[in-house]
């Protein structure tokens, strides 16, 4: 699926910017590093969503575009740009509206986006727009099975069981970047991670379930309720005092061309 020919995130802008997780500073701190960035650089953020990547980097003294399909996704983005203090240029559109004109950047990140994207043909466009000394950074979170993260387990199989029929049993394993890098002119692949924890309500976990693609409110049309109800119901039978805990490890994969 190439981000941009369909809506997954269609109406979830204000469940994202409020329960996602966001990328830590020190990890996106670590792939500007690496990365040899200074400020003034130009970095996208493709499929940037809420902004959470674009105003991190933007933070950091660089000159971001953030580049979305869904026009409630860049006026969340842009508000939030407004309300720190730092400038976003924003673009719609998805992967499929890149060219080369819009080049060059010496980064191109991506948070949670890659997976919805033709990959080959995104990184084949990309080494037209990316610097020779520039690089791809993709941006993912992971739930390791740990005892407190036994909510996100819950989470997932309600998920499964309130998908369409026709799209259950599918399987991610979109975060496998490296068939898609190597196969690419991005074969130089480094990896950083953070991991984090944190307490949750069950109030974050069913806002989170809503953010995501999923269990999003468009994907469970009339049953958005009674999902609401299964989750929390279940989230009680886990926690009944209500607390849960988070682990979540965060991760960048940079990937830059061999010199």
Sequence with gaps: MTLGQSRPFQSVAAHYERFRLGFPDRLVVRVATLAGL????????????????????????????????????????????????????????????LTPAMGPFRLVTMGRSFHWMDRAATLAMLDKIVTPDGGVALFHDAHPPVAENGWFKILCDLQERYRPDKAKGRTGGHRRYEPFLFASAFTKVDGLSVTVRQPLSAQDIVGRALSMSQSAPQSLGSRQEEFAAALEAALREFSPDGKFVEVAEMVAVLARREQ
């Design 38 to 97: 200074k400020p003034g650089d130009r970095v996208l953020d493709l499929g940037c969503g809420t902004g959470m990547l674009a105003l991190a980097f933007a933070r950091l003294g660089m000159a971001v575009t953030a580049m979305d399909p869904e026009p409630e996704m860049l006026a969340a983005a842009g508000a939030a740009a407004e309300a720190q203090g730092v400038a976003l240029t924003s673009l719609p559109g998805g992967s499929q509206d």
